[in-house]
């Protein structure tokens, strides 16, 4: 299995913090899971809102359970509540089905982690998350 790195995952936070503080987005909260959705990297910034990070998690751990981009896991929700609802119960964590993160997929195409972020809006968390993804090397998929 081809695994993401700490290294790499370093790297993806470091690229979205770049990018929060480039476009002034509101302070993050950022989680990094590997492709087994295992946390491979977690930072909340100063000043982020209460629960950010459990809700950046929930991005991170509903995408990586069901292998599909976030914005993909939200249209799920809305066309089927009752899966998402079922999904949420037997996955052991958090599934949040809001825009706000990315798959991360190596250069060979290959599933490796996905990064949830919360703090902005849904459209600018994603936005950092890809700016993050892409500051490492790797290719983000939204699902959008």
């Given amino acids: 299995m081809i695994a993401l790195t700490l290294a790499q995952a370093s790297l993806i936070v470091d690229g979205a913090l770049k990018y929060a503080h480039e476009n002034g987005l509101k302070p993050l ?4 899971l590997d ?6 990297f977690f ?3 100063d000043g ?3 629960k950010r990070g459990e809700i950046a998690l929930g991005k991170a751990n509903g995408a990586i359970a069901l292998g599909v981009g976030p914005r993909t896991l939200n249209k799920m929700a809305l066309e089927r509540p009752h899966f998402i609802n079922g999904v949420a119960l037997s ?3 958090p ?3 809001v825009p706000g993160g990315a798959l991360v997929r190596d250069a060979d195409g290959h599933l490796i982690g996905v990064v949830g972020i919360s703090g902005d809006t ?3 968390d994603e936005a950092a998350a890809v700016a993050g993804i892409e500051a490492a090397g790797l290719t983000a998929e939204t699902g959008g």
């Fill in 91 to 93: 996955v052991g964590g």
């Fill in 29 to 32: 909260a950022i989680a990094v």
């Fill in 122 to 124: 849904s459209d600018n």
């Fill in 35 to 40: 492709a087994r959705g295992a946390q491979k």
């Fill in 48 to 50: 982020t809102s209460l």
């Fill in 95 to 97: 599934v949040v089905p």
């Fill in 43 to 45: 930072l909340a910034q």
